[in-house]
T-cell receptor, first 115, second 114 residues
Framework: AQTVTQSQPEMSVQEAETVTLSCTYD???????LFWYKQPPSRQMILVIR??????QNATENRFSVNFQKAAKSFSLKISDSQLGDAAMYFC????????????FGTGTRLTIIP | DGGITQSPKYLFRKEGQNVTLSCEQN?????MYWYRQDPGQGLRLIYY???????QKGDIAEGYSVSREKKESFPLTVTSAQKNPTAFYLC?????????????FGQGTRLTVV
């Protein structure tokens, strides 16, 4: 079975500090896409960052970066200089099969920013 | 503005009734998806469609039905056979055959059975 696991239901971080959210996945595919989505209180899903499995270089988007460890099947999200607007649910997701582009989601991590 | 529109935002249903959730997109995307979100369970795929007049079951299709008569529209019907329909429902779309492209989501419909 192809699964995505987020083992941290809740995390908190002081404003301006750095936090890392964990994600592991299981698949026998060699090529796939990984995503982190943010869901703020408005419940609008917003793409934070994406990573192609065939690329060794970790993706970066401003204050957001990933640590992609393909052999370990790990895809963690690092948020630097945390801001109050970063407070949200964060979902790790994967497209394992390119034929249908279905997203498989983890159960989410609720991130709280402490002023 | 291009995007996905879900309506209504809140929906109340009596037990035993069918109800239809609307999802419309003007992004010219071929693929559309319905997800269900429950606390602590993330998003689970109900149905998806990659082309007009074709759709496939997702992981939790029982008690739901869909249609895809137009490219822009992918309505979801929650039938009386769905044992626990109270949940938050999200519709999404993406270009078909473009796995690296982000999926765009609607703002969701909160369904409550009363």
């Amino acid at each position: 079975a192809q699964t995505v696991t987020q083992s941290q239901p809740e995390m908190s971080v002081q404003e301006a500090e750095t936090v890392t959210l964990s994600c592991t996945y299981d698949t026998s595919e060699s090529d796939y896409y990984l995503f982190w989505y943010k869901q703020p209180p408005s419940r609008q899903m917003i793409l934070v960052i994406r990573q192609e499995a065939y690329k060794q270089q970790n993706a970066t988007e401003n204050r957001f970066s990933v640590n992609f460890q393909k052999a370990a099947k790990s895809f963690s999200l690092k948020i630097s200089d945390s801001q109050l607007g970063d407070a949200a649910m964060y979902f790790c997701a994967c497209i394992f099969n390119f034929g249908n582009e279905k997203l498989t989601f983890g159960t989410g991590t609720r991130l709280t920013i402490i002023p | 503005d291009g995007g996905i529109t879900q309506s209504p935002k809140y929906l109340f249903r009596k037990e035993g009734q069918n109800v239809t959730l609307s999802c419309e997109q003007n992004l010219n995307h071929d693929a559309m998806y319905w997800y269900r979100q429950d606390p602590g369970q993330g998003l689970r795929l109900i149905y998806y469609s990659q082309i007009v007049n074709d759709f496939q079951k997702g992981d939790i299709a029982e008690g739901y039905s869909v249609s895809r008569e137009k490219k822009e529209s992918f309505p979801l019907t929650v039938t009386s056979a769905q044992k626990n329909p109270t949940a938050f429902y999200l519709c999404a779309s993406s270009p078909s055959g473009a796995a690296s492209t982000e999926a765009f989501f609607g703002q969701g419909t909160r369904l409550t059975v009363v």
